[in-house]
């Protein structure tokens, strides 16, 4: 959880075990993210799907650059109303068929959403036009601002790692990220200082059971 939630480096981590009094090196560490990261995402994953049907009622998408060895890469998202974010997919092009393909990834989990804010790459516009749901599409200056927000966590765990090396990699990290971030993302911004608290309470325990399974 430190590792995935915080930016923090592996060796980051192993300093903060070894203040607690658990000795572990930092390959240690690296071997449980890769182990257990994925089997705690998707449980993560299976439990709020089930509950987001609100998640359908507006969808901002939008892709950032990522370095993989010095070559450009794009990192696709799907962000919901509430800043839940929904799908994470990493291609090599920036065309009709990677959005084709991503966008068909996030409908195949979550459904159609009643309204999808995008910005004005002409490939959103192609490929939902393919899938037929262009009289979805919303765009304007500041309409994705969700989104742009949703990327920071993102790019400071980016830093935090010194950049990915592999397309395998980074769609593991970002999926498990995203689903660790959505779990513990407690809006503290929009509730008052008890709610906050028991809200994040509330999602500790649930982690913690999740390890116990």
Request: glycine share 4%; aromatic share 10%.
């Amino acid at each position: 959880m430190l590792y995935i939630r915080f930016p923090l480096s592996l060796r980051n981590v192993e300093d903060l075990l070894h203040e607690r009094g658990i000795d572990v090196s930092h390959e240690a560490v690296r071997f449980w993210w890769h182990r257990f990261g994925p089997m705690f995402a998707a449980e993560i994953r299976k439990r709020r799907i089930a509950g987001m049907k609100s998640s359908r009622w507006s969808w901002h998408l939008d892709e950032m650059f990522v370095k993989i060895n010095g070559e450009r890469h794009y990192l696709w998202r799907a962000v919901d109303h509430e800043g839940e974010v929904l799908e994470s997919f990493v291609t090599k092009k920036r065309d009709k068929k990677a959005a084709l393909k991503f966008l068909r990834k996030a409908m195949r989990k979550h459904g159609r959403p009643e309204a999808i804010v995008t910005d004005r790459l002409r490939s959103y516009g192609a490929a939902l036009r393919e899938i037929g749901a262009s009289h979805r599409q919303e765009t304007g200056r500041w309409l994705n601002n969700r989104a742009e927000n949703s990327h920071l966590p993102f790019r400071r765990r980016e830093r935090a790692m010194l950049r990915f090396r592999r397309m395998r990699s980074l769609q593991k990290f970002a999926a498990v990220h995203a689903s660790v971030c959505n779990h513990f993302n407690s809006e503290r911004s929009l509730t008052s200082r008890t709610t906050f608290k028991l809200n994040r309470a509330a999602a500790l325990a649930e982690w913690r059971g999740l390890c116990a399974a």
